[in-house]
Nanobody
Framework: QVQLVESGGGLVQAGGSLRLSCVASGTIVSIGAMGWYRQAPGKQRELVATVISGTTANYADSVKGRFTISRDNAKNTVSLQMNSLKPDDTAVYYC???????????????WGQGTQVTVSS
């Protein structure tokens, strides 16, 4: 069984910074990509940023230049440094591990439980 555990959410004023972290644990052989998604009240879950093998990163247009994603393949961790936060960034942020290969069963995706980020104006 694979578990994703997030940390680092909280309340911050507009213009401030937060850093989210996520660690994947279990009998993991490899992970195709890791990333962050978010869901604001009344809205669909949306992609924030993803990274493949620690090099190729993709960002939502709304966070480009403000957020930076990083990944440690050896430790199965992914982090999201969020700077210049805006009230529109308020959401529950979810860690995602895409195409996780384990010692059991076919590859599948996993999600964390979510961490709340609230940006006050």
């Amino acid at each position: 069984q694979v578990q994703l555990v997030e940390s680092g959410g909280g309340l911050v004023q507009a213009g401030g910074s937060l850093r989210l972290s996520c660690v994947a644990s279990g009998t993991i052989v490899s992970i195709g990509a890791m990333g962050w998604y978010r869901q604001a009240p009344g809205k669909q879950r949306e992609l924030v940023a993803t990274v493949i093998s620690g090099t190729t990163a993709n960002y939502a247009d709304s966070v480009k230049g403000r957020f930076t994603i990083s990944r440690d393949n050896a430790k199965n961790t992914v982090s999201l440094q969020m700077n210049s936060l805006k009230p529109d960034d308020t959401a529950v942020y979810y860690c995602n591990a895409y195409r996780v290969v384990t010692m059991r069963g076919p590859p599948r995706d996993y999600w964390g439980q979510g961490t709340q980020v609230t940006v006050s104006s």
